[in-house]
Nanobody
Framework: QVQLVESGGGSVQAGGSLRLSCVAS????????VAWFRQSPGKEREGVAG????????YYLDSVKGRFTISQDNAKTTVYLQMNGLKPEDTAMYSC????????????????????WGQGTQVTVSS
């Protein structure tokens, strides 16, 4: 079992920045990927950014490339999502997920492949 705890959400004006954290505990060795997802009312959950734990290779949703950066700490138990240039359309509940998935290149953004989820942290961007 893996437990995930997110933090760092909040309310900012358009153009501002936030840094989300996702701390993993428990059986953290039996996994290879972490991803951030977001969901706003009336919309489907979408993968925003993912990271392949062994190498740190990142993956991004097209609409956040150049604005968001995903990274991990040296212990590989905390994953960060640095969000710059925030837009009102980035407003959503952000959740991190982790698991041991195959075909990371193709599947990192599919929520069904992850075994463990955090409770989420709200990000609100005002215009």
């Amino acid at each position: 079992q893996v437990q995930l705890v997110e933090s760092g959400g909040g309310s900012v004006q358009a153009g501002g920045s936030l840094r989300l954290s996702c701390v993993a505990s428990g059986d953290t060795n039996n996994r290879n990927s972490v991803a951030w997802f977001r969901q706003s009312p009336g919309k489907e959950r979408e993968g925003v950014a993912g990271i392949y734990i062994p190498t740190g290779r990142p993956y991004y949703l097209d609409s956040v490339k150049g604005r968001f950066t995903i990274s991990q700490d040296n212990a590989k138990t905390t994953v960060y999502l640095q969000m710059n240039g925030l837009k009102p359309e980035d407003t959503a509940m952000y959740s991190c997920a982790t698991g041991k998935i195959s075909g990371v290149d193709r599947n990192w953004e599919k929520d069904g492949v992850y075994d463990y989820w955090g409770q989420g942290t709200q990000v609100t961007v005002s215009s």
